[in-house]
C-alpha cells in the first residue's frame, strides 16, 4: 500500500531515482527539451523548477546546492549563464509537459518536457506580455483621497 507517499517512486530504490532525475535534468538543461513517459516527466518537473528557481540568485551557495543535486558543472553553468537569464521575470512554472500518445513497443504514455522560454513556437520573437503588478485597494483609495484633497487646496 502507498500510505502517506507524497510523490511517485517510479518503481526504483532511492539512489537509483535521484541518479535517473539528475541526468534527465542535465539532459533537460543541455537540449532545452526531452521526450520521456509522462510519470518520468511530472517528477522531473518537481525535481528541475527548484533548482530553476534556485538559478535565478546567482550565488556560491546556490551554485553549489544546485550541483549537489545536477552533479555535472557544464549543466549549472548553462543553467545560472543563460537560463536564468531568461527565466528572470518569470515567477515559476518554467517546463511545459506535452503529451505525445503511446509509444509503439510496449504502449507507455510518452510526454514531451520542454523549457518554456525555449519555444519559439508559443513565443514567436520572444514576445513578451507587459508585466502587471497588483495592487492593493487601501493605497489606490489613499492615492485618490491626496488627489482630491490636492483639487480641493487648489480651489481655495
Avoid: W
Avoid at 492615492?143 to 490636492?150: D, I, L, R, Y
Amino acid at each position: 500500500m502507498r500510505h502517506g507517499k507524497k510523490f511517485n517512486h517510479l518503481g526504483r530504490k532511492t539512489a537509483h531515482r535521484n541518479a535517473m532525475l539528475a541526468n534527465m535534468a542535465c539532459s533537460l538543461i543541455e537540449h532545452k527539451r526531452i521526450n520521456t513517459t509522462v510519470a518520468k516527466a511530472k517528477a522531473l518537473r518537481q525535481y528541475v523548477e527548484p533548482i530553476i528557481t534556485k538559478s535565478k540568485a546567482d550565488t556560491t551557495h546556490n551554485r553549489r546546492i544546485v550541483f549537489s543535486y545536477l552533479k555535472n558543472k557544464y549543466a549549472v553553468t548553462e543553467l545560472f549563464q543563460q537560463i536564468s537569464v531568461k527565466v528572470a521575470d518569470r515567477p515559476g512554472g518554467y517546463v511545459r509537459i506535452i503529451k505525445l500518445g503511446n509509444r509503439q513497443g510496449d504502449n507507455a504514455p510518452m510526454a514531451m518536457i520542454e523549457l518554456v522560454d525555449y519555444n519559439e513556437i508559443y513565443n514567436p520573437n520572444g514576445a513578451k506580455k507587459k508585466k502587471t503588478t497588483r495592487r492593493s485597494k487601501k493605497k489606490a483609495d489613499a492615492t485618490q483621497v491626496e488627489a482630491a484633497e490636492s483639487t480641493e487646496s487648489t480651489e481655495e
